[in-house]
C-alpha cells in the first residue's frame, strides 16, 4: 500500500477525534503519558501535537524519540463497539510558535493553520484563554508513524510503515 492507502478506518478516526493520550518515557524508562490536542496530516501520515518547551514530554523526547499515543471511542453500552487506534513512532521537536509565524515552511504553516481549524474556540475564546493556549503550546512536535494498531471491539488491524517505501500491511 503507499500512505494514500491507509485503512479508512484509521483514517477517519484520526481526523474526527480531538484528544490523544500521548506517551514518552525518561531516562529511567519512567512512563509519562498525557492527553493532548493533535493533528493527524493524511498526506504524510504524520501526527503532530503542540506542547510547552520545557514540558515533561519535550524532555522525554529529547532523551528518547520513541513515541505512542492512542485515539480510542468508547462506547459505554456495548463496549465491543469500543474503537480507536494506537500509533507508535518517533517525534521530532520541530519549531515554536513564533518561529512558525515567520516560517517560509508551507508544510509546517499547513500544519499550523489546521490546528486553528481544528480547534478553533482556542483562537475564538477570550484573552486569557488564549494566552495559556500559547503559554502551554509553544512548540510543535511531529510524530513519524512506524507502527498503528486499529481496533473496533476484539478485531485488529495493523499497518507497519517504512518510511523508504511508503505503507505496509
Request: proline content about 4%; charged content about 25%.
Amino acid at each position: 500500500m503507499s500512505v494514500e492507502e491507509l485503512p479508512t478506518e484509521i483514517s477517519v478516526l484520526l481526523k474526527e477525534s480531538h484528544f490523544a493520550y500521548f506517551c514518552t518515557t525518561d531516562q529511567e524508562n519512567r512512563v509519562h503519558i498525557t492527553p493532548m490536542f493533535f493533528l493527524f496530516d493524511e498526506k504524510t501520515n504524520e501526527i503532530f501535537v503542540l506542547s510547552h518547551s520545557s514540558s515533561k514530554k519535550i524532555k522525554n523526547i529529547k532523551t528518547n524519540p520513541k513515541v505512542c499515543l492512542t485515539v480510542d471511542v468508547r462506547d459505554p453500552e456495548n463496549p465491543f463497539e469500543n474503537r480507536g487506534v494506537m500509533v507508535q513512532g518517533t517525534a521530532e521537536v520541530q519549531k515554536t510558535l513564533d518561529q512558525l509565524s515567520t516560517s517560509q515552511d508551507t508544510k509546517l504553516m499547513r500544519i499550523y493553520k489546521g490546528f486553528n481549524e481544528k480547534y478553533p474556540v482556542l483562537s475564538e475564546a477570550q484573552s486569557i484563554t488564549q494566552v495559556q493556549y500559547q503559554e502551554f503550546t509553544e512548540v510543535l512536535v511531529r510524530v513519524h508513524a512506524n507502527r498503528m494498531v486499529y481496533w473496533r471491539g476484539p478485531q485488529f488491524v495493523t499497518v507497519s510503515f517504512d518510511r523508504e517505501e511508503g505503507v505496509k500491511s
